[in-house]
């Protein structure tokens, strides 16, 4: 079996129930891969996405226990979640924040290192 490298991305913000699935459909996929022995994955919350993490982290929130199963694999767009009024929660949450282009995650050096990209 070959190994994979994926980075799962959340773009898909805090509004409607479509964007719920998302979210949701997206950390599914991280724990697919976080779970498979060999495979790599990142997750990613970048744009409007970042705003998931402040009610990921609330213990109370319906996705909180699958969003726990994959935090350890989890970064945030360090440029939007100052853009989206999370900088707190992001700080609090312990999540890295990436800033490698222009602030913004560097979606080409996930491609140069062999990683998938798929968004949510």
Request: hydrophobic share 35%.
């Amino acid at each position: 079996m070959q190994w994979q490298k994926a980075a799962v991305v959340i773009l898909a913000g805090t509004e409607g129930h479509a964007n719920l699935g998302y979210l949701v459909n997206g950390l599914e996929t991280a724990k697919e891969f976080a779970e498979t022995d060999g495979d790599e994955v990142e997750l990613i919350f970048d744009g409007a996405g970042t705003q998931w993490i402040p009610e990921l982290e609330d213990p109370d929130s319906d996705p909180h226990e699958l969003y726990q199963a994959v935090k350890d694999n989890a970064s945030a767009c360090d440029y939007c979640s100052g853009a989206f009024g999370v900088d707190d929660a992001v700080n609090d949450s312990g999540v890295v924040r990436l800033d490698d282009h222009d602030g913004h995650p560097s979606i080409r050096s996930l491609v140069d290192d062999g990683y998938e990209v798929i968004t949510f």
